[in-house]
């Protein structure tokens, strides 16, 4: 954790702003960066690719569970996630944050330095943003990207399709589950829950390979495939055998009395990426076949709804 001394009260708003700036180095994309009233970016492909994304201590992290890097990557991974869904790649974001008074400065730098690291990932530039007092923590994030091929939607799925699916997958929710009772082993899975491992480089090669639909699975497998076959008009259909459940996945399930099935099929945050293909189409590397797409509508298992445990999170529900 970062030694820096006080709280965001003494350091106040421009005092922070100045010892998270050194974190943000800006890319060649960039033609104005933090510091004026807004960033200027150049988009070389001519089209903007946008997702914004709100985190809300208590609701989507909890500072017992994750450390506040930890919580930086999340909050990074999920936005660039849905733009890699789209066969794109993130180029820039900006970032607001809300803090109490008394929130350690330490706290927000090591924040801070969760999303640099993520964004640096893909090389994404943190280009401005904005802080204020709030009596929960919050952080919005909101990424701009774009695409070198077509851009993939969730409406092109067609009846004949095939399923697939590239990514770890049911490893946060059994990692939700384990720290859900107090427990914090086996810490692989834990540590899947606090920072998230989306396959960045396979939105843009499965958009190359013919990809007709996409989808980041971060509200559960089944419950974002059922968007898929909202959005095209179609049904689709998952073989669960299709899944090899990992150990520390079983392992959780053992000790917790559940299916680790539930885990994989229901479970989300891990920023997975779930896409249709022709059937015809070899699927690139790091993709696996998990099901079908047919005439019809709704999402089933094996032929067979699913009515083990909810499909998927909603808020407000």
Avoid: K
């Avoid at 089209?47 to 930890?70: C, I, K, Y």
């Avoid at 299709?242 to 920023?271: C, R, S």
Wanted: contains cysteine; aromatic residues 6%.
């Amino acid at each position: 954790m970062t030694q820096q001394p006080g709280t965001l009260a003494e350091i106040g708003e421009f005092g922070l702003i100045e010892a998270i700036r050194p974190l943000f180095p800006q890319g060649a994309a960039v033609e104005v960066g933090p510091g004026d009233d807004a960033a200027v970016v150049s988009v070389p492909s001519g089209r903007v690719v946008l997702s914004t994304d709100l985190l809300v201590e208590g609701r989507h992290f909890r500072r017992d569970w994750s450390s506040a890097e930890d919580i930086g990557h999340r909050a990074a991974a999920a936005n660039m996630s849905d733009v890699n869904a789209m066969g794109g790649r993130a180029d820039s974001a900006v970032v607001a944050f809300g803090g109490p008074a008394d929130l350690p400065v330490a706290w927000a730098v090591d924040l801070a330095r969760g999303i640099a690291d993520e964004c640096a990932l893909v090389g994404a530039s943190v280009v401005g943003g904005d802080v204020t007092e709030s009596d929960a923590i919050v952080v919005s994030m909101t990424v701009l990207g774009s695409c070198a091929g077509p851009v993939v939607l969730r409406s092109g799925a067609r009846p004949g399709d095939m399923v697939a699916l590239c990514g770890r997958i049911g490893w946060s929710a059994a990692g939700w589950a384990v720290l859900g009772r107090g427990f914090r082993s086996p810490r692989v899975v834990v540590e899947a829950h606090r920072r998230p491992e989306p396959p960045y480089a396979a939105g843009p090669e499965a958009a190359a390979a013919g990809a007709t639909a996409m989808i980041d699975v971060s509200d559960g497998l089944l419950a974002d495939l059922g968007h898929v076959a909202t959005a095209s008009g179609v049904a689709i259909d998952v073989r669960a055998g299709a899944f090899e459940i990992a150990e520390p996945l079983q392992a959780v399930g053992a000790a917790l009395g559940l299916d680790p099935v539930q885990f994989v099929l229901t479970g989300g945050e891990d920023h997975a990426l779930a896409a249709t293909f022709p059937a015809e189409v070899e699927l690139p590397a790091g993709w696996m076949a998990i099901g079908a797409v047919a005439e019809g509508s709704g999402v089933t298992v094996d032929g067979s709804a699913y009515d083990e445990v909810p499909s998927g999170h909603q808020h407000f529900r």
